[in-house]
C-alpha cells in the first residue's frame, strides 16, 4: 500500500504544452505540499496547502496552479510548459502535529524538449 | 533568512568506515532539523529529526546526528557504513512557526566495497 503516490513517473512532453501531475495519499494527514528538485539535486518548496486550503506558495510562476479537491490528493496544473520546467516534482505530506516530518512519493520527472 | 548548508557535495569512504556529512544552518527563530535520504529513483525518507530535549538524536539504519546550537551545526554520523548505504543525504530544517522545509543542497554518500 503506497502511502504517498504520483502519477505519472515520467513525462515527457513538448514546449508550451499543458501538463498535470496527480498526488494521492492515504495516510489521513492533513497537510500536502509540492517540491521540486532541479537537475543539481537541489530541492525547494513550492506549495503548501492544509486542509484543502492554500497556505504557501513559495513565488511560483502562475503557470502552476495546484488544486486540491480534498485533503487527500493535491494536483499540479502545469500551463505553457517551458525548458526550465524540467525537474523532478515530488509529492509530499505530514501530519499536523509533526509538520517536518514529510512522507514523499516517488516523484514525477518532468522533461520538456 | 533561513538557509542550511551542506559542506560537501560528495563522500566517498570504503565500507565499514565511519562518516560523518556536515550539515550547519542559519535562523534568526527557533528550528527543527531533519535529515532526509533520497535512494536512487526514489523519493526521500526521513532518517531522523532534532525537535527539543537531548542535542544526540539516533534515527534509522544505524545513523545518528547532534544538535550544536553554539555553532548552529546537525552532523550525520554512523560508525560503520554499509554498501547499502550509498544514497543522496539532505540536511533541512523546518523554521518554527513555518509549514516547510527548506533543503541543504545534498550530500552524495557513495561507499565503496
Known amino acids: 500500500d503506497t502511502a504517498v503516490s504520483q502519477t505519472p513517473k515520467y513525462l515527457v512532453t513538448q514546449m508550451g504544452n499543458d501538463k498535470s501531475i496527480k498526488c494521492e495519499q492515504n495516510l489521513g494527514h492533513d497537510t500536502m505540499y509540492w517540491y521540486k528538485q532541479d537537475s543539481k539535486k537541489f530541492l525547494k518548496i513550492m506549495f503548501s496547502y492544509n486542509n484543502k486550503e492554500l497556505i504557501i506558495n513559495e513565488t511560483v510562476p502562475n503557470r502552476f496552479s495546484p488544486k486540491s479537491p480534498d485533503k487527500a490528493h493535491l494536483n499540479l496544473h502545469i500551463n505553457s510548459l517551458e525548458l526550465g520546467d524540467s525537474a523532478v516534482y515530488f509529492c509530499?505530506?505530514?501530519?499536523?502535529?509533526?509538520?517536518?516530518?514529510?512522507?514523499f512519493g516517488q516523484g514525477t520527472r518532468l522533461t520538456v524538449v | 533568512a533561513q538557509s542550511v548548508t551542506q559542506l560537501d557535495s560528495q563522500v566517498p569512504v570504503f565500507e565499514e568506515a565511519p562518516v560523518e556529512l556536515r550539515c550547519n544552518y542559519s535562523s534568526s527563530v527557533s528550528v527543527y532539523l531533519f535529515w532526509y535520504v533520497q535512494y536512487p529513483n526514489q523519493g526521500l525518507q526521513l532518517l531522523l529529526k532534532y525537535l527539543s530535549g537531548s542535542t544526540l538524536v539516533k534515527g534509522i539504519n544505524g545513523f545518528e546526528a547532534e544538535f550544536n546550537k553554539s555553532q548552529t551545526s546537525f552532523h550525520l554520523r554512523k560508525p560503520s557504513v554499509h554498501i547499502s548505504d550509498t544514497a543522496e543525504y539532505f540536511c533541512?530544517?523546518?523554521?518554527?512557526?513555518?509549514?516547510?522545509?527548506?533543503f541543504g543542497a545534498g550530500t552524495r554518500l557513495a561507499v565503496h566495497p
Open positions: 509530499a505530506s505530514s501530519p499536523p502535529e509533526r509538520m517536518g516530518e514529510a512522507f
Open positions: 533541512a530544517v523546518r523554521p518554527g512557526g513555518y509549514n516547510k522545509l527548506i
